[in-house]
C-alpha cells in the first residue's frame, strides 16, 4: 500500500475546515480534485475514512486512526520539501496536459516543481489529447499527460492511473424517451466518438446541443438540462446523476491517462518532470494493462 502526500493533505484539509468545498480553496484546486484525491486515498486504504456529518464531514473510525499518521506523513514531506528545495537543477522542459488532469491534479505537480527547482523554466500547455500527442510526436512538448483508450497505449508510455467513463445528465431532464441531445467538448474532444459511437450501437438517435471547452463547462450545461454526456468519473461532480437510459448503451471500455516523452535523448530537467508525475499520480506498468 502506497499512500500519496496530497491525498493524505486534501483528507486532512477537509476535515480540519468541514467540507470539501472549503478544504478546495484552502488548496487552490478544484472541488472534483479534493473528491478525487479523498477517493484515492480510500480505495488504496480499502476502506471509508470520511462520513457527512449534517452539512460538515467528520472521520470514520479508520479515519481518526489515519489522521495522526497523516499529519505526521504531511509534516514531514513538507520539512523535507523545503530542506531539499531550491536545487540546482537548470534548464527548461515543455509540458502537456488535458484540461481535466490539470484540474484535477497536473496542475498542482507543476506547481511543487516549479518551487523545487526555481532555476527551471517550465512551460505547462493544455490541450486536447488528440493535439498534445501530435505536438510530442513533433517535439513541440518534452511531456505529454494524455487520456487514451486502453488499446492506444504504447510500449514507452507511462501508464498514471485508469479511469471509467458514464453517461450523466441532470436529475429532472433525463431525455428518457426520442433523439438525445448531446454535451461534448467538440469535434475532436476525446468523448465525443465514444459517445456517438455507443448511442449508434444502441440505436439511440442524438444530436449535439452543446460543446464546451472544459469539464466545468460540460457539467454546467449538463445540470442545466441541455443534454447528457459521456465522462470520466473522476471529473463527475455537482448535480448531476448517472443517466438512467445508459443501461440501454454498451458500458464504455475503460481509459488510461498516461505520461509520454518525446523520442530521443530525454533532458535531465525532463527526466525529473517525468519523475515526480509517475511518485505523484501513481505510476502503473504499460504491462500490466
Avoid at 449534517?54 to 514531514?76: C, I, K, N
Avoid at 458514464?166 to 467538448?185: C, H, K, N, Q, R
Wanted: include cysteine; aromatic fraction near 6%.
Amino acid at each position: 500500500m502506497q499512500l500519496d502526500v496530497e491525498s493524505l493533505r486534501a483528507f486532512i484539509t477537509v476535515l480540519d475546515l468541514g467540507g470539501m468545498t472549503a478544504a478546495a480553496n484552502e488548496l487552490g484546486i478544484s472541488q472534483s480534485a479534493v473528491s478525487w484525491r479523498i477517493k484515492r486515498l480510500e480505495e488504496r486504504v480499502g476502506r471509508d475514512l470520511l462520513m457527512r456529518d449534517g452539512r460538515r464531514f467528520s472521520p470514520s473510525r479508520d479515519g481518526r486512526e489515519l489522521l495522526e499518521y497523516a499529519r505526521t506523513l504531511v509534516a514531514t514531506h513538507d520539512a523535507a520539501v523545503t530542506r531539499l528545495s531550491a536545487t540546482g537543477l537548470e534548464g527548461s522542459v515543455r509540458l502537456g496536459s488535458t484540461e481535466e488532469a490539470s484540474a484535477l491534479c497536473t496542475g498542482a505537480v507543476c506547481g511543487r516543481f516549479s518551487r523545487i527547482h526555481p532555476n527551471v523554466n517550465l512551460e505547462f500547455h493544455v490541450d486536447r489529447s488528440s493535439v498534445l500527442a501530435s505536438m510530442v510526436a513533433a517535439n513541440q512538448l518534452d511531456v505529454a499527460v494524455l487520456q487514451l483508450r486502453v488499446h492506444d497505449v504504447q510500449a514507452n508510455d507511462t501508464v498514471l492511473w485508469h479511469d471509467t467513463l458514464v453517461w450523466v445528465s441532470s436529475p429532472d431532464w433525463t431525455y428518457d424517451e426520442g433523439a438525445v441531445p448531446l454535451i461534448t467538448f467538440g469535434q475532436d474532444g476525446f468523448y465525443r466518438p465514444i459517445a456517438e459511437a455507443a448511442l449508434r450501437d444502441a440505436n439511440i438517435s442524438h444530436r449535439v446541443a452543446f460543446s464546451g471547452p472544459s469539464a466545468a463547462s460540460v457539467l454546467s450545461a449538463v445540470s442545466a438540462g441541455i443534454g447528457v454526456a459521456l465522462l470520466s468519473s473522476r471529473s463527475v461532480s455537482g448535480d448531476v446523476i448517472q443517466w438512467p437510459r445508459s443501461s440501454a448503451v454498451e458500458h464504455a471500455q475503460p481509459v488510461v491517462n498516461i505520461a509520454r516523452a518525446a523520442r530521443g535523448a530525454t533532458s535531465e530537467v525532463a527526466a525529473e518532470l517525468l519523475a515526480d508525475l509517475r511518485a505523484e499520480l501513481g505510476e502503473v506498468s504499460a504491462a500490466a494493462v
